[in-house]
């Protein structure tokens, strides 16, 4: 069992940033992917940026160039830096832990809502 929790979600204008916090219950060096996930209403849960213990990471062409995943192993806590925000952006953010790969066993977060309005 991983508990994960996420924080830092909230209302930003467009072109703002946040960032996301997952503190995991456990050492996330020996989990092998670490992941941000997004759902908007309406639409299906997307991957949005993950990075794997050995240093690979993989975002959303959506979000390249904006959002930086990165880890505090020493904290169990992945970030995700979110910089000029879009309104499309809005959706439910979830922390995955998927400690296997390919998704044969993962944890979720309960979620955190970022909201980009004017």
């Known amino acids: 069992q991983v508990q994960l929790v996420e924080s830092g979600g909230g209302l930003v204008q467009p072109g703002g940033s946040l960032r996301l916090s997952c503190a995991a219950s456990r050492s996330i060096f020996s989990i092998y992917q670490m992941g941000w996930y997004r759902q908007a209403p309406g639409e299906q849960r997307e991957l949005v940026a993950a990075r794997t213990s050995g240093g690979r990471i993989n975002y959303a062409d959506s979000v390249k160039g904006r959002f930086t995943i990165s880890t505090d192993n020493a904290k169990n806590t992945v970030y995700l830096q979110m910089n000029s925000l879009k309104p499309e952006d809005t959706a439910v953010y979830y922390c995955?832990?998927?400690?296997?790969?390919?998704?044969?066993?993962?944890?979720w977060g309960q979620g955190t809502q970022v909201t980009v309005s004017s």
């Open positions: 995955n832990a998927d400690l296997l790969g390919s998704l044969r066993i993962t944890y």
